[in-house]
C-alpha cells in the first residue's frame, strides 16, 4: 500500500533492497504523486524520477499496458476525508494474499499465494523507452522502431550530432512556431493552430486536469495560448499541458490518443504532401506526384524550410 496526505506531503514510500541478499535500503523508492491525476512514480535515489506508471483512470494506470494483465488487476485509489489517498491491491478470492515489492534494479515484482501456497510470481519487465525522459522534452519513444526515438512532425532534434550518435536527452524542439499569439505587420496572424492526433500513447508528465468532453478539452486548449496539448479519457475528463512534453512513448496498444499543438498551415503542407503520396525513410522524404510524373528526394530539414516560406 502507497499513500500520500495532500495537506501536508507526508508519504508512505516503497523501498526496495539493496539486492537480493542485502535488505538495507537500496537505491528505489515508489510513491504516489500527481494526485490531480494520481500515479505511482519509481525514483532513483529519491531524487531522479526513474519510471513512472502514468495517470490512474479509475480503472488502469493509462501509461503501463503491460500492468492490463489480470494479474496486476486488482489496484484501487482510495482518498479519504482528511487529505489522505491510498493506493491499494486487492485479490479477488479471500484465500489468496500477495507481496508487492521493488526489485533492487527498480522494476514491480508481485508474488501471489493461494491457500497459503505460491502459484504466481510476477515482475513488470521494462523496455528503454519505459525509463523516464529516455527522447527528452517533445522526443517520442517507440520500441517497436530503430532508433528508438523520434521527433513529431514540425518539430527537429535540439542537437543534432547528439540525437544522431543515440544521445536523445535534450529532445526535440519546433522548426515551425505556434500561430497563437504571434503578430504579422503588428496584427495578429489569422490563421491558427491545429492539433496533430497521436494514436496509443504514453501521456507526458505534468498533466493538468479538468472537467469536459473531449471537444472542449480541444476548444479550451486551442483559446489558451499556453495551452501546448490534450488528451481525454472517459474517466479522467480533460488533461492539458502547458509546459516541455516529456516522457512520451507509442505503445503497440492501450494509452490514450495525445493532441499536440501545432501551427495549422503544418498539416495542411503534411495533407497536400501525402494526397501527392510522401514516404519517410531515415529522414529523407520520396515524393512522388503522379499526375505531373514526377519524383524528387527532400530532406526533412529542407522540407520544414519550405514550409517555413508559406507562413
Same mark, same amino acid.
Given at each position: ?16 533492497? =539493496? ?8 537505491? &528505489?523508492?515508489?510513491?504516489? %504523486?500527481?494526485?490531480?491525476?494520481? #500515479? ?5 535515489? =529519491? ?7 502514468? !495517470?490512474?483512470?479509475?480503472?488502469? &494506470?493509462? /501509461?503501463? !499496458?503491460?500492468?492490463?494483465? #489480470? ?7 482510495? !482518498? ?17 494474499? /500477495? ?37 527528452? !522534452? ?13 521527433? &513529431? ?10 540525437? $544522431? ?8 524542439? +519546433? ?5 497563437? /499569439? ?8 489569422? %490563421? ?15 498533466? %493538468? ?14 483559446? $489558451? ?14 488533461? *492539458?499541458?502547458? +509546459? ?8 503497440? *496498444?492501450? /494509452?490514450?490518443? @495525445? &493532441?499536440? +499543438?501545432?501551427?495549422?498551415? @503544418? ?22 506526384? *503522379? ?18 516560406? @508559406?507562413?
Amino acid at each position: 500500500m502507497e499513500s500520500v496526505d495532500d495537506i501536508t506531503g507526508e508519504k508512505i514510500e516503497y523501498v526496495s533492497w =539493496k539486492s537480493s541478499s542485502d535488505p538495507s535500503t537500496g537505491y &528505489f523508492t515508489g510513491s504516489l %504523486e500527481r494526485l490531480d491525476a494520481p #500515479e505511482v512514480f519509481f525514483w532513483y535515489n =529519491k531524487t531522479k524520477p526513474y519510471w513512472r506508471t502514468g !495517470p490512474w483512470n479509475g480503472r488502469v &494506470f493509462l /501509461g503501463s !499496458p503491460r500492468m492490463l494483465t #489480470e494479474y496486476l488487476y486488482g489496484w484501487r485509489f482510495e !482518498p479519504n476525508d482528511n487529505g489522505t489517498a491510498y493506493l491499494t491491491y486487492n485479490f479477488e478470492k479471500p484465500a489468496m494474499f /500477495g507481496i508487492l515489492t521493488i526489485t533492487p534494479h527498480g522494476t514491480l515484482k508481485l508474488v501471489e499465494f493461494l491457500n497459503r501456497t505460491k502459484f504466481l510470481e510476477l515482475e513488470v519487465d521494462q523496455n528503454e523507452c519505459d525509463f523516464y525522459g529516455k527522447c527528452g !522534452p517533445f522526443g517520442s519513444c517507440d520500441n517497436s522502431t530503430a532508433p528508438i526515438c523520434s521527433c &513529431f512532425e514540425g518539430f527537429e532534434a535540439r542537437k543534432p550530432e547528439e540525437w $544522431n550518435s543515440g544521445n536523445w536527452t535534450s529532445g526535440c524542439v +519546433r522548426s515551425v512556431p505556434l500561430n497563437c /499569439g504571434k503578430l504579422r505587420n503588428g496584427s495578429e496572424v489569422e %490563421e491558427g493552430d491545429s492539433f496533430l492526433q497521436k494514436h496509443n500513447m504514453k501521456v507526458p508528465d505534468f498533466a %493538468e486536469r479538468s472537467d469536459g468532453n473531449q471537444e472542449k478539452c480541444g476548444a479550451d486548449c486551442l483559446a $489558451n495560448c499556453s495551452c501546448l496539448a490534450y488528451a481525454y479519457d472517459s474517466y479522467i475528463g480533460c488533461m *492539458y499541458w502547458s +509546459r516541455e512534453l516529456i516522457d512520451l512513448q507509442k505503445f503497440p *496498444y492501450g /494509452g490514450v490518443d @495525445l &493532441f499536440i +499543438r501545432v501551427p495549422s498551415q @503544418l498539416l495542411r503542407m503534411f495533407s497536400l504532401l501525402t494526397h501527392n503520396i510522401l514516404y519517410r525513410y531515415n529522414d529523407i522524404f520520396y515524393y512522388t506526384n *503522379y499526375s505531373m510524373k514526377t519524383y524528387c528526394l527532400i530532406s526533412f530539414s529542407y522540407l520544414m524550410f519550405c514550409i517555413q516560406q @508559406l507562413l
